[in-house]
């Protein structure tokens, strides 16, 4: 689960990261007030969107006009930026050209940087353990950096065991230049970025840009905060700041039935059981020539409901030419899912092509509830059978 900016600072700030002082605001009105609270005389106003790239991105009815970052000077300028964004299409690299509405904005202090570094926390899975990465190359994108500039990313492994220590945050300092007051900051900005990790189970908490002052202070200049959404039932409180207006709808209706669905963007919409399974049903897809419209795994225990309101979500999108089924019964039988099938293809109104490859627990007694449908379903017997079916399918049926 994503939250805004602001939410992240208002999270981290808790556990000792220094942030700088802002207010949010729905309004240009909030906007001008917000501004009136701080001491200027320069002020930054942010689109508060879940997508990075705002500075560099434009808004849907002013392309060649200022991006979703803007300094102002005055609390009349800020009003004005606030109401350029608000209730305005943002287009950025992450949000594609379908943009996203911005609702509100972050008025936050100006500052004096010095220094712009980068700097996260996120679960390697090489080692397996919560990983510090950092970077001198801070306001750029980090995956940039590796690409072109890997000698300049700056990794630290967290043993569980022990935890952060002091000599995990020194040897980051020294590697970042960092020295004195700096170093020291840097210390405890990290302890604190750490602490708010683990104790209200992130997935990312990523500073970019992380700034040092003048003054030699280190300060989060902008907060991307993620949670694992299988620790949510341990913080009720981080539930309430879901906004589920940045979220695909697509994806909000399938958490409902206990759906593991991901909206990408092909034109093979895919259902099965077991994450392993939905990856190479994606990865063979490919290879065949098409792409996935998303990864659904049902899950061990699906029930017809479940089936048939997959069938829905995979079907509201417009990009669908054709479904693949590629069930492995183990739990799971397979005439319990053949019957789901049956009936969401009937109550859907199935009007693109259909292949089911089924496997595994009373296969023979589902592929035989397939036959009997009097639907158009074509049943496959192995996982490239299906593949090169649904492929076949849809270019004849284009």
Request: charged share 25%.
């Amino acid at each position: 689960m994503n939250i805004h900016e602001y939410q992240g600072k208002e999270l981290l700030k808790r556990y000792g990261v220094t942030v700088l002082e802002g207010y949010v605001a729905w309004t240009p009105e909030e906007a001008e007030a917000a501004a009136a609270k701080l001491p200027g005389p320069v002020y930054v106003v942010k689109s508060q969107i879940h997508a990075g790239g705002r500075g560099a991105g434009h808004f849907a009815d002013d392309p060649a006009g200022k991006g979703g970052v803007r300094l102002a000077k005055s609390a009349a300028d800020v009003r004005a930026a606030a109401e350029a964004m608000i209730g305005h299409t943002l287009i950025t690299k992450q949000t594609g050209e379908a943009g996203r509405p911005v609702r509100r904005v972050y008025v936050e202090a100006g500052c004096d940087i010095a220094r712009e570094l980068y700097v996260s926390l996120l679960v390697d899975r090489l080692s397996g353990r919560v990983t510090i990465i950092a970077s001198t190359e801070g306001g750029m994108e980090i995956e940039h950096v590796a690409e072109h500039q890997p000698e300049k990313i700056l990794r630290v492994a967290i043993d569980p065991a022990s935890g952060l220590s002091g000599f995990h945050s020194r040897r980051l300092a020294a590697g970042l230049g960092l020295t004195g007051k700096q170093a020291s900051s840097f210390g405890k900005f990290i302890a604190g970025m750490y602490a708010a990790y683990m104790a209200l189970d992130c997935a990312i908490v990523e500073i970019n840009p992380l700034v040092v002052t003048g003054a030699g202070d280190v300060v989060a200049l902008d907060a991307k905060v993620s949670f694992d959404d299988s620790a949510l039932f341990r913080h009720p409180d981080l539930e309430k700041l879901r906004d589920e207006g940045e979220e695909d709808p697509k994806e909000l209706e399938a958490a409902k039935f206990e759906l593991n669905y991901v909206a990408l963007d092909g034109n093979i919409g895919c259902m099965v059981n077991g994450a392993g399974l939905a990856m190479a049903t994606m990865d063979i897809i490919k290879l065949y020539g098409m792409s996935p419209s998303n990864f659904l795994d049902v899950g061990g225990s699906a029930t017809k409901e479940k089936v048939t309101a997959a069938f829905r979500i995979i079907l509201s999108d417009p990009n669908v030419e054709g479904i693949l089924v590629n069930i492995f019964g183990g739990i799971m039988r397979c005439d319990i899912i053949a019957e789901g099938v049956v009936s969401a293809a009937r109550e859907v109104q199935l009007s693109v092509p259909l292949v089911v490859r089924l496997a595994g627990t009373n296969v023979e007694l589902g592929k035989e509830i397939l036959a009997k449908s009097g639907l158009p379903i074509i049943s496959a017997d192995n996982l490239g059978d299906a593949a090169a079916k649904i492929v076949k399918a849809v270019r004849e049926a284009a």
